[in-house]
């Protein structure tokens, strides 16, 4: 359908690494949190209280010092592949 023809307004969230899709199922401008698995905004990564990969402003009082522990861990893990050219089993 049309753009111009469509009813469909903004994103739509999806269950994959896209996150959220536009009109086209072009991906969207959300992120993941990787600590809650919520849509991440851009004006959510500004927050104090985002840290990537660990936690966002919606679970940052939801998860133990534990959970937080383990998932900076992961992300490191993550950026340390990244850095090497390699994929992480545990991103995307």
Not at 24 to 30: C, Q
């Amino acid at each position: 359908m049309p753009e111009s023809e469509s009813l469909w307004e903004g994103e739509c969230f999806v269950f994959d690494q896209r996150v959220t899709v536009r009109h086209g199922l072009e991906p969207g401008d959300y992120d993941l949190c990787h600590g809650c698995r919520r849509p991440v905004s851009a004006q959510d990564k500004t927050s104090d209280l985002y840290v990537e990969g660990v936690q966002c402003p919606a679970c940052a009082t939801e998860r133990t010092d534990i959970q937080r522990a383990r998932y900076a861990a992961r992300q490191h893990q993550e950026d340390l592949a990244r850095t090497r050219g390699t994929h992480h089993i545990g991103s995307e």
